[in-house]
């Protein structure tokens, strides 16, 4: 079986040093969490999980921001991790990596019970039923009042907007390539997107791709695995920020 792609180490130091211009959202995503994680009544303290953390930049940001909290980082990619835990460095004592694939029993690596679990661009790769365990297991790590925010890649309810989303963003790409302004691993990496989410667009998915899901489904899968105070906190484009909260 070939090698899942974002375990090669020149993708992952590529994605590191490149992700906030090939993905035109990135940066906006990271705010809308960290604004949503500062909107409670309490300050931020113990711990903050992020699945399919990549390379740390967005635990990097909570650490910075609030001094009582906490990291652990679930990736299945040794190569993004050897990157956050250089990255988290900065912070002694504060953050642990771990390993992992969201579908295996991460609960067991957490100092449960958690303050929030979050996650940008890494959860879409989920089969549907594969999100919904996961999600499952969030809520189960989640102490009360707790929160999980997944900012990711949404399909539209509207069959034509989410086309035209993924048109405008595989143009984007392409722009990107024409102008040698990414490295080839990343070049790489693009092509395999527009090859997935336009050449084949409405074929089946496997575990692994682009599984594009709309909010309203996901919001679905996160009532049934308990959560309350269900919705999209912030969307642009194909982004939106998934909310669900584990009531007091
Ligand atoms: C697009 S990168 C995003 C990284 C990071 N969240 C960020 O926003 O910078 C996708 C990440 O999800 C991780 N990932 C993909 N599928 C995964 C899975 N099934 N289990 C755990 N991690 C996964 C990859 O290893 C990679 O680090």
Known sequence: MAEYRWNQADLAAAYDRDASRVHPRYVDVQDAILNELASGNEPIHGTIVDLGGGSGRLLERVLMRWPEATAVLVDQSQSFLDLATARLAQYPGRATTHCLRLQDDWREVI????????????????????????YQKCFDVLRPGGVFLNGDEVRDESEAEYRGHVERW????????????????????????????????????????????TAASQLAYLRDAGFVDTAVVWQRELWSVLRGRRAN
């Open 170 to 213: 595989a143009a984007h790409m392409q722009q990107l390539i024409d102008t040698q302004a990414v490295s080839p691993a990343m070049a790489d990496a693009l092509r395999g997107w527009q090859r997935r989410n336009v050449e084949q667009a409405g074929q089946p998915r496997a575990s692994g791709d682009d599984c594009h899901e």
């Open 111 to 134: 100092p449960v019970p958690v303050a929030a679990v979050i996650s940008t661009s890494a959860i879409h790769h989920l089969l549907p039923d594969e999100k919904r365990r996961c």
